[in-house]
Structure formats: structure tokens, C-alpha cells
């Protein structure tokens, strides 16, 4: 196989698996077992099969165009280093999949539980083999979201919940400051593969920017490996199943932050901004876990401060700037995820068999389950770095260097070994907690489920990494040493340095100090028995400065109260200085463009100003600032004026050769009005308690700077309708659409054409829009409840039905009925004449102006006619509209046209048209835009009268509720007659 | 004619927006409808004010700029026309039911509190 596929499968193979698994049913806990182990297996194949090229020195490669325009690829690199992560992904991968199938309980979703772990184990995949830094921020990012939903597996616990979160904003956070690290490291390497940055490491070192990349990459690689600050999220995050946590806090998720800073390590270190932010956040973390991890009740939180700790170690060998320390740094990233694996299992096995991970409860297991206790025992024992095992090595290593570290400050130089002396004190007084703890002492009293040995085959993983323990312990050079040499070669290429692996170095100095923190440990362990045994919660000291309680409060501010704030600061609940912004901001946008470009004069000179034109819209302009007085005081006078401006508009329109617009305009106007009309109604009368309004200075000033916002807007349109209308364009689209008019769309009126036939799309859209609002007036009239002050009949009509009631000779309503006697007769009349009108309008509308719409308002207009003058129940008598009918057919008209044209194997809306002779109306043209325009003309209609009379109808139904009142008068619904309601229009 | 229809415009863009900063319902939508009459007339004074050409064309021959007006803004404001119909009509609808739920023709559903 070539090697370039072996890691395209790598990667992709651990996502298809997690599809599948997904997809496989809830109770099939083996399948999806088999499912996850055979592609860890793979994934662990496929690294294996690597290992020649790799332990060469060289470097496998897959590369595929990913966003050639930005020149990104996706590519994959594996060199010894990466190849090293992926076998400890893969290989761990692969133990906790075994030790998961019997740790998760049969009610529990498995197939979900292994989708999730395949998903991330894909993503941690991703990253140790990105041979790209954008992809690497990609996949980090993916093992985060992949981590939140491993921990919050069992999302019905208040402490999976919060831990997921927790970790994934903390993480997350962290990966999005990567990104920005990143970003700033491609943009000075001009590169953002990792080959290209890997060459650049002075170039990066003396660059200005050079600090904070450094700073954003390692907050990220510092939330991600729980280096304090950031460090408390992970002890939260042990609410995870415990294969979880064995996976992703001792070999995956949190060594990916290790994995970055070694990775980047010859680029990034060798500074001294580099040695005190990475070397104080790992001795800090170091000191802090190992002390925390002596005090923790529960196993598994003694388990995640001692990783924590581990991490900090490992943080702080690669702070120290000597190469011999990172080499020193990644041999206990192995060591670590070993006993560490190995221990998280071990605990999670006491869990499972005794219903409890407390040490307070825990004691004497060594007796119930004899062989857990001795794989636990020499897994700790690596933990507190025993001789003879592996964790004794690195140890020794880590002595040794901060022994002979390099400091910028001698002040450092002496604390380096205490300090290292005293977190190993610590580990050994938490691992004898850990193991004295839980498996010797007396029979343990109360527990939830009586201890025995698991099942062989989830002991099985703790005894495979144990015994990686040994040997790696007793072996080093023979087991673990040619791995090592190839990924600190492949990290630190010629620089690095000479090693030995052996596990007797002589009776020196690092040994001592070991032996020194042996004693001290033991006697930490031993005077602290009695503090210990209390059973207080949290660490002495430091019990007061809690992390997740800084954490919540610091999220509290941010998403609760610094929002609350900045709303209150710049934000309203009101329109009115919502719309005073929008109104300024696009005045001043418009003015500020204005002022960048420049005015000058355009290329065409005015016309003469014709006095008839100029007296018209002096009436215009009249009605305009008619109606905007009149809208507060006097609504029908301030619409009767609004009518006026619309016709000088419509004057306009024919002034200036568009009959169409006119046409439209005019019929528009008339249906605008009757709705305004059929609103009226249902207004409040106008308020003026004395009082009620605040001190006229303020309303004066309110007043006068809106005066001025609508005065700047005014005078900016005027600016700009001038500028605009004295300027020709060179080229407009218009002539080609007059040109081919008549040659390709059959008609002669070019604006009907272009709206049926060559903008035939847009047509239908916008009718769309119409035949939706109609339906939403419609919807929300029908749950319309009046105002109860508006719900009572109109004083007029009280008058009438008074008067009607006192004589005797007359009925209910037959005060109006006479008034409106003659123009119902009229519009009756007029009834088929406007229809007449409406087809000929339809049916020229491609040669001269007309067309569906002007059509359409034409039919809306004869049917609101006759409800205005009949009433709504002597036309619901006689004629029945059914106007969703009329829009559905429209629509469908409308869109089948379009559709036709596929039949002839043309695009959507392409249009057919001849000459038909007919006899009478002579020749007229038979396009297929016709049947389109006839579309839009039933639509039209439908959607007009549907608002139209759905409004009209509400005298009706406000009566209707407000008949069961007792109610001085009869009610008396339009002019006409009253009686029962009819079905409401539309039901059909 | 271009510093009428201009001056046309201003006033009826200046008192739309005016009522568009009013407190009461009815003055938004009397607001709202200047106010798409002078876009609707801007759109169209895009394509330069002709008298007396149409731009629908004669015995079926090919047109051209000279003789005719620009048909292209025309054709946009003619469904502005329309569509401003519509949403005058959804504006209209929705002020009457908040003003049924909340009792009141303010434009924030609520009397200003002093």
C-alpha cells in the first residue's frame, strides 16, 4: 500500500467508523464494540505499516487540494515524532474500546458512546498529522467538541453537563486563540505548512510579531493540557464514563496541547518569553496538581490532579530550553499515558464492582479482587516513580535536568531542584493514597455492591499497559529506546543531543534526590493520615481559591451581566430610536459617500421646468406635508391627502412616459385607500389627557430634532434624485431588452415583456411574496381580537339603527340601505363593465400598457365596489369568491408555464409566442407570457381580495364577540341587514 | 423638471420620514407609504425623465434609446407598486392585531411611561 494512503486512511477511517456506529441500533453494545476495536486495529495497522519509512528518517506525505485559492491543501505528514501520538492514539485507542465493551452498563446507549470516542479519535488523529497548521486548528477544534460529547455521555447527570461545558469553553476558547496564533505564525512564515514553518525558526524567533503569536498558540496548548490557570476543567471532567477519561486524559486529548508545544518546539523555544511563560505555567501546575491529588477523596479526582501535575512535569522539561529535557519530556508522555491509562482502568474497575470510587468508603479490596490490586500497585508505583519501572526513568531525567538547567535568573536555578524534589514527595504520598487507601486497611463496611475480580477481558488493557511498565522499566534501551530516538530525532532533528536509556546511571545526584523525596513522601503520607481521615473536602491552604467557582463567575459576568449592561448602555426595546439610528446612519452613509467621491455637475443639462408640472407637484408637495401634520390629528383627512400624493406621483408617471406605472399606480392608490379605510375603524380615538404629556421644552426639542433627521433625509433624496437624473449613463441594459422585445419575447409594450418574459423569474418570485402576505393577513385576522373599546358599532350606525327602532314602518338598517341606495345600484351596473375592462387590460397588456397586474387590481376593485355599496352579505349571497382558489391557480399557472418549457427541452420560463386571427377581436397574440400573465392576474386578484374582505369581514366578527354583552342596541353588522355569519371568506 | 421631481422627492421623503419617527401606528404606515412613493419615483427618475416616449414600440420593429424611455426601472417599480401594496396591507393588519392584544396604537405596544 502507498505509504501517502495509509494516512488519508489513518484519519478517515476512525469518522466512517463513527458514522456507522452512529447509525447502528441503541442496545447493539458488541457490534459496535467489534465496530470501534477493528478500526483502532487498523488505524494501529496502518501506523505499523509506517514504521519504515518512518524509522528511516523519513517522512510520509498525503496532500489533496483543499482551497487552491487560497493555496491551502489538506495534507498529512507523519514523521517520528507524529508517528509516535498516532501509535499512542491507536494503541490506547484500541485497549480502552476492549475495556469500554464491559465497563459500560447494558442500559447505557453504547453504539453512541463508541461513535463519539471513533470521532474523536479521528480528530486526535488529525491533529498529531496535520502537515498543516489551519488543519491542525481545525482538528483540535474537533477533538474539543468530540471531548464535550464524550463527557457529557451521560448528559442526564447535572456534573456531565456542566464538566462538558466547562471543558469545551475553556478548550475551546483556547483553540480559537490557536487559530489566531496560527494565523499570525503562516502570516510571518508566508506558509502555512508545517514543513515551511518548521524551517523557520529564526526568521519566527526575530520577528516583532513573534510574542504574540507565541502567546495565542500557547494559551491554546495551555487550556488544552489543563496547565494552570486553565487547569481546572479537567478534574470536572472526570463526570466522563471512565474508559473516557482513561483515553482522553492520560494518552489523546490533553497531551494534544504537549503534542503542539513539542511540535513547535524548535521554532517557538529557545526564547527567554518562551522559557518563563512555559516554564512557570508547568512548575506552577506541577507543584499545584501533586499537592491538590494528596487531598482528593474520590479516586478519579486524585487520578485527574495527578495527571494534571504529570502534565505540568512534562510542560516544564519542555520550558527549560534544552533539548535534552524535551527528549526527556516526550519519553514521559509515553510513560505517562501508560501507568496513567493503566490506573484511570484500575479505578474505574473499583467503581464497577463496588459501586464507589470514594476512599473515605474504600479499604481492604486487596483481599476481593488480589490481582486488580497488584496491577494498581506497580501502575502507582510508576506513578510515584519506583526503580525498576518506567516512570522511575523519566524521573530521573527530569532530576537531572533541573539540576543542569540553563536559567535566565540564578534564583530560579536553586529553586528548580527543590521544587522538582517536593512535587515528587507529593506524587509518592498521593500514590500510596491511592493504592494503601483503597485496597489494604480492614474489610470495607457499607458498599453498594459486594467486591469481586472483573471479568477477565476488562482486566486485560490494565495488564498489557502494566506490563509495558516493567519492561519499559527494567528494558528501556531495548524496548522503548528506538522509538524514542526516532520521534526526539524527528522533533529536534541534528540538534539532537547524546542519551542514555539505561536504569543505572551510578550512585549520583538525581538518585539521591529521589530517595530523598521516597522518604518524604512516606512521611508526608503518614502525618497526614489523621488530617486525611476526616474526610474534608478540598485541599488546606488553598481551599478557598476554587477554579470553577472563578469560572462560573467570570461566565456569569460575561454572558449575564457585562450583556445586561452593554444592552442597557446601547440598547432599546423601543422603534422609535431604533428608526431615528437606521434613518441616521443612512443619511450620514449616503452623505459620507458623497463627501469621498465629490459632487460635481452630471452630463446631461436640465430640461425646462413646464409650469403645469411645476403646479402640480406644489400641490404634491402640499399633500405630502399635508398628510404627515394630519396623521396625528385627523386619520381620514391625513389619508385623503396621502390619495392626493399618490396621483400627482401618478400624474407623474404619465408626464414622463410610463403609462404602465401609471395604470398601476392609479388602481394601487384606489385599493391602498378602501384598506386604509376598512383599518380606520379599528384606531383608538386620539388620547390627549392633560398631563399626560412631559414638559413641552422636552417635546419641543424631541420635535425638532426629528424635524431636522427628516429635513437632512429630504434634502439628501432631493441631492441625490438630482444628481442622479442629471447624469446618462454610457451603456444601459435597457437598449438590449428594447431591441428584442418584439423580435424575441412577441410583444410590444417592453415593460410588460420584460416582466412575463425576460425577468419572468423575478415576476414569479414577487408574486410569491404577494400570495404570502395575503395568506399571513389572512392568518392573522383570523385570530383578531378588537380592542375593547373599538368592538362597540360606530356611533353612526348607533344613530341609524336608533332611528330605524323608533319608527315603526322601518326595519334594522334600512337607514344606510336608502342612503346607498343609488350607488349600489351604479356599481352593480358597473360590475360587468369593470370586468370587461379587466380582460381587455389583460389581454392587450403585451403590446400596449396593461397587463396581469393592473388587471388583476381591477377585478380586486369591482368585488371590493360591491361589498362597499351591497354590504358583505348580500354579495356572499350571490357571488362567491373563493380567492385562495384564485391564488392557487394562479401560482400554479404561473409556474407550469415556466415548467412547460422543460417539455420542449427549454430553461424554466422560456416563452412561445404567434399572431392569432380570432374573429371580432382580430388579431391578438397568443404567447405563452399570456398564460404566464394570466397567472399573475389570478393571483393578484386572489391575494388583493383576500386581504380586502378578510379586513372588510372583522365588523362582522367584532360584533360576534361582543354580542354576548349586554348590549344596549342590536348589533347591527355593515349597512345592510344583520343575521347569522356566513363562513368566513377564504374557508373554501 | 429634474429640480422638480428632485424637490418632489426631498418633501415627500423628508415628511415619510418624519412620520416614520412618530409614536403612533397610524402615522408609521401613512409614513411608510410617502415614503415608498419617493423611492418608487427615484427608482424610476433613474432611467432620465422623457416626455412623449414610451417604450412600447411601434408596428413591431425593433426600439431603441432615442425613441423610447428607459423600460428597465419602470419595470421594477411597476411590482414595487404592488409589493408596496402588500406590505402596507401586512403593516395595516399587524398594527390592527397589536393594537387588539395590547389595547393601545403605540408603536412599542405600550404608552410611554413617564
Request: net charge neutral; aromatic share 10%.
Amino acid at each position: 500500500m502507498p505509504d501517502a494512503l495509509l494516512l488519508l486512511i489513518a484519519v478517515a477511517f476512525p469518522f466512517a467508523g463513527a458514522l456507522v456506529a452512529g447509525l447502528l441500533p441503541t442496545h447493539a453494545r458488541n457490534a459496535a464494540a467489534w465496530l470501534a476495536g477493528g478500526v483502532a486495529l487498523v488505524g494501529l495497522a496502518m501506523v505499523w505499516s509506517a514504521y519504515p519509512t518512518v524509522s528511516a528518517g523519513g517522512v510520509v506525505r498525503y496532500s489533496a487540494e483543499w482551497m487552491p485559492m487560497l493555496g491551502l491543501d489538506f495534507s498529512l505528514r507523519m514523521d517520528g515524532f507524529a508517528w509516535l501520538f498516532a501509535g499512542l492514539v491507536f494503541g490506547v485507542g484500541t485497549l480502552v474500546v476492549v475495556y469500554a465493551r464491559y465497563y459500560m452498563a447494558a442500559e447505557d446507549p453504547v453504539p453512541r458512546f463508541f461513535a463519539f470516542l471513533l470521532a474523536f479519535m479521528g480528530s486526535m488523529t488529525g491533529v498529531v498529522l496535520s502537515g498543516n497548521l489551519i488543519q491542525l486548528a481545525f482538528f483540535w477544534e474537533l477533538t474539543s467538541l468530540f471531548s464535550f460529547l464524550l463527557i457529557g455521555y451521560w448528559h442526564h447527570t447535572a456534573a456531565a453537563r456542566d464538566g462538558a461545558r466547562m471543558a469545551l469553553t475553556v478548550t475551546a476558547t483556547g483553540g480559537l486563540c490557536l487559530f489566531a496564533g496560527v494565523l499570525i505564525l503562516g502570516h510571518i512564515v508566508g506558509s502555512y505548512e508545517l514543513d515551511a514553518v518548521l524551517a523557520a525558526g529564526d526568521r519566527i524567533r526575530a520577528h516583532p510579531l513573534y510574542l504574540p503569536a507565541l502567546v495565542l498558540i500557547l494559551l491554546g496548548a495551555l487550556t488544552k493540557s489543563a496547565q494552570f490557570p486553565f487547569h481546572f476543567w479537567l478534574p470536572h471532567a472526570m463526570a466522563a464514563p471512565t474508559p473516557v477519561s482513561a483515553y482522553l486524559h492520560s494518552a489523546t486529548l490533553v497531551k494534544a496541547g504537549v503534542f503542539l508545544m513539542a511540535r513547535l518546539w524548535p521554532v517557538l523555544a529557545g526564547t527567554e518569553a518562551w522559557f518563563w511563560i512555559v516554564g512557570s505555567a508547568g512548575l506552577a501546575t506541577l507543584l499545584l496538581g501533586a499537592y491538590v491529588a494528596i487531598f482528593q477523596h474520590d479516586l478519579k479526582g486524585l487520578l485527574a490532579y495527578s495527571t494534571i501535575s504529570h502534565l505540568g512535569l512534562i510542560t516544564l522539561l519542555l520550558g527549560l530550553n534544552s533539548e535534552l529535557a524535551m527528549v526527556a519530556a516526550i519519553f514521559h508522555v509515553i510513560n505517562h499515558a501508560t501507568f496513567k491509562a493503566s490506573l484511570f482502568m484500575a479505578a474505574g474497575i473499583i467503581d464497577h464492582e463496588t459501586g464507589t470510587r470514594d476512599i473515605r468508603r474504600l479499604s481492604g479490596l486487596n483481599r476481593f479482587m488480589p490481582f486488580t490490586a497488584r496491577l494498581a500497585l506497580i501502575a502507582a508505583g510508576a506513578m510515584a516513580g519506583v526503580p525498576l519501572l518506567n516512570g522511575f526513568l523519566s524521573k530521573e531525567m527530569f532530576f537531572a535536568e533541573a539540576l543542569s538547567a540553563k536559567e535566565p535568573l540564578p534564583v530560579f536555578f536553586d529553586v528548580l531542584p527543590v521544587a522538582a524534589m517536593v512535587a515528587s514527595a507529593f506524587s509518592v504520598a498521593y500514590s500510596l493514597r491511592f493504592i494503601h487507601g483503597a485496597f489494604f486497611g480492614p474489610d470495607p463496611v457499607d458498599l453498594p455492591k459486594k467486591p469481586h475480580e472483573p471479568p477477565a477481558w476488562m482486566r486485560f488493557p490494565v495488564e498489557i499497559l502494566v506490563l509495558a511498565c516493567i519492561v519499559i522499566g527494567i528494558l528501556p534501551a531495548a524496548t522503548v529506546g528506538p522509538y524514542l530516538d526516532m520521534a526526539a530525532r524527528a522533533a529536534l532533528g541534528s540538534a539532537t543531543p547524546e542519551y542514555s536509556l539505561a536504569v543505572w546511571h551510578g550512585f549520583n545526584r538525581p538518585l539521591l534526590m529521589s530517595m530523598i523525596a521516597f522518604a518524604a513522601g512516606i512521611g508526608l503520607y503518614r502525618l497526614l493520615q489523621g488530617h486525611l481521615a476526616k474526610g474534608i473536602e478540598g485541599p488546606p491552604l488553598i481551599r478557598a481559591f476554587e477554579g470553577r467557582r472563578m469560572f462560573e463567575r467570570t461566565m456569569v459576568f460575561l454572558s449575564w451581566r457585562l450583556a445586561r449592561t452593554a444592552e442597557g448602555l446601547v440598547g432599546t426595546r423601543r422603534l422609535q430610536p431604533q428608526l431615528r439610528l437606521v434613518v441616521c446612519v443612512a443619511v450620514l452613509a449616503a452623505g459620507w459617500t458623497v463627501w469621498l467621491r465629490g459632487l460635481w455637475p452630471g452630463n446631461l443639462a436640465p430640461s425646462g421646468i413646464d409650469p403645469v408640472l411645476a403646479l402640480i407637484w406644489a400641490l404634491g408637495a402640499a399633500f405630502a406635508l399635508g398628510a404627515a401634520w394630519q396623521a396625528k390629528f385627523h386619520r381620514l383627512a391625513a389619508l385623503i391627502l396621502l390619495g392626493g400624493a399618490g396621483l400627482v406621483v401618478c400624474v407623474t408617471f404619465v408626464w414622463f412616459s410610463a403609462p404602465d406605472l401609471a395604470l398601476t399606480q392609479l388602481l394601487v392608490e384606489v385599493v391602498t385607500t378602501i384598506l386604509l379605510l376598512l383599518g380606520l375603524r379599528w384606531l383608538p380615538k386620539r388620547l390627549d389627557v392633560p398631563g399626560a404629556r412631559g414638559s413641552e421644552a422636552v417635546t419641543l426639542g424631541r420635535r425638532l430634532r426629528d424635524l431636522g433627521i427628516a429635513i437632512a433625509a429630504g434634502a439628501g433624496m432631493a441631492g441625490l434624485s438630482f444628481g442622479v437624473m442629471t447624469r446618462f449613463p454610457p451603456e444601459l441594459l435597457a437598449q438590449h431588452f428594447l431591441e428584442l422585445a418584439y423580435s424575441e419575447g412577441g410583444g410590444t409594450n417592453v415593460v410588460n415583456v420584460i416582466l412575463v418574459d425576460f425577468r419572468g423569474f423575478d415576476t414569479m418570485g414577487e408574486i410569491t411574496v404577494l400570495g404570502a402576505v395575503a395568506l399571513t393577513a389572512y392568518a392573522l385576522l383570523r385570530r383578531f381580537r378588537p380592542a375593547p373599546d373599538s368592538v362597540d358599532v360606530p356611533e353612526q350606525q348607533r344613530d341609524q339603527s336608533a332611528f330605524d327602532a323608533s319608527q315603526p314602518d322601518r326595519k334594522e338598517g334600512d337607514t344606510a340601505a336608502e342612503w346607498l341606495f343609488i350607488p349600489s345600484l351604479i356599481a352593480r351596473l358597473l360590475f360587468p363593465l369593470i370586468l370587461m375592462v379587466a380582460l381587455f387590460l389583460l389581454l392587450r397588456g403585451h403590446d400596449l400598457p396593461g397587463g396581469g397586474f393592473a388587471a388583476g387590481l381591477t377585478v380586486a376593485i369591482a368585488m371590493i365596489l360591491q361589498y362597499m355599496f351591497g354590504g358583505t352579505q348580500w354579495v356572499e349571497a350571490r357571488l362567491r369568491v373563493l380567492p385562495m382558489r384564485w391564488m392557487g391557480i394562479g401560482i400554479l399557472l404561473a409556474a407550469g408555464t415556466g415548467l412547460g418549457a422543460w417539455i420542449f427541452g427549454r430553461p424554466f420560463l422560456t416563452s412561445y409566442f404567434a399572431y392569432a386571427e380570432l374573429p371580432v377581436l382580430g388579431k391578438i397574440p397568443v404567447a405563452s407570457a399570456l398564460l404566464f400573465d394570466i397567472g399573475v392576474f389570478a393571483l393578484v386578484v386572489g391575494a388583493t381580495i383576500l386581504i380586502l374582505i378578510a379586513l372588510a369581514r372583522q365588523s362582522l366578527r367584532g360584533h360576534r364577540a361582543a354580542a354576548p354583552r349586554p348590549a344596549e342596541m342590536p348589533a347591527v353588522p355593515e349597512p345592510v341587514q344583520s343575521g347569522p355569519l356566513p363562513t368566513a371568506v377564504g374557508d373554501d | 423638471m429634474e429640480l422638480i421631481l428632485s424637490l418632489g422627492i426631498g418633501v415627500l421623503t423628508g415628511s415619510g420620514v418624519w412620520l416614520l419617527l412618530r409614536p403612533r401606528t397610524f402615522q408609521v404606515i401613512v409614513g411608510l407609504s410617502l415614503l415608498s412613493y419617493a423611492v418608487n419615483l427615484f427608482i424610476f427618475s433613474t432611467g432620465g425623465l422623457r416626455t412623449g416616449a414610451e417604450p412600447i414600440l411601434e408596428g413591431g420593429r425593433a426600439g431603441n434609446l432615442a425613441m423610447h424611455a428607459d423600460p428597465v426601472p419602470q419595470a421594477l417599480v411597476l411590482t414595487a407598486i404592488v409589493i408596496g401594496f402588500a406590505t402596507t396591507a401586512l403593516f395595516l393588519v399587524l398594527l390592527l392585531a397589536a393594537r387588539g392584544l395590547t389595547g393601545t396604537d403605540h408603536v412599542d405596544g405600550k404608552e410611554k411611561s413617564r
